[in-house]
């Protein structure tokens, strides 16, 4: 029969209650007291981005709509009576709408002039 050394042995029994504390079941959560519930926030108070104005005019066979914000016309989408809808958009804020897009998915390829010779 071989001995078992003496200082395994107690580390065996020392380490016995420590793995039965490790699966025994944790207790309950105590109970949360209820809480009143609050308003929620106002739009203005998250910082949202204003929400656009539009206008919509209606004439013979197209429709045009105004699109402003803080009272500062941006886009203009007209919709004409036979063909597609294009955009005619202020990109500087000067008040002038210079760009034409028929689509506003896809953005206009940025280009800028590195060399001329």
Do not use: C
């Not at 007209?78 to 028929?102: A, C, V, W």
């Amino acid at each position: 029969m071989r001995t078992v050394h003496p200082l395994l042995l107690l580390s065996l029994l020392a380490a016995g209650p420590l793995s039965a504390q490790e699966f025994a079941p944790a207790p309950p959560p105590p109970a949360m007291a209820p809480q009143e519930s609050a308003p929620p926030p106002a739009a203005a108070d998250e910082g949202a981005a204003p929400e656009p104005e539009v206008t919509i005019i209606k004439r013979k066979e197209e429709t045009i709509e105004e699109y402003r914000i803080n009272g500062q016309l941006y886009m203009i989408k007209i919709t004409p009576g036979k063909g597609y809808p294009y955009y005619l958009i202020d990109t500087d804020g000067d008040g002038s709408l210079e760009t034409r897009r028929n689509e506003l998915d896809n953005p206009p390829v940025i280009q800028w002039k590195i060399l001329k010779w």
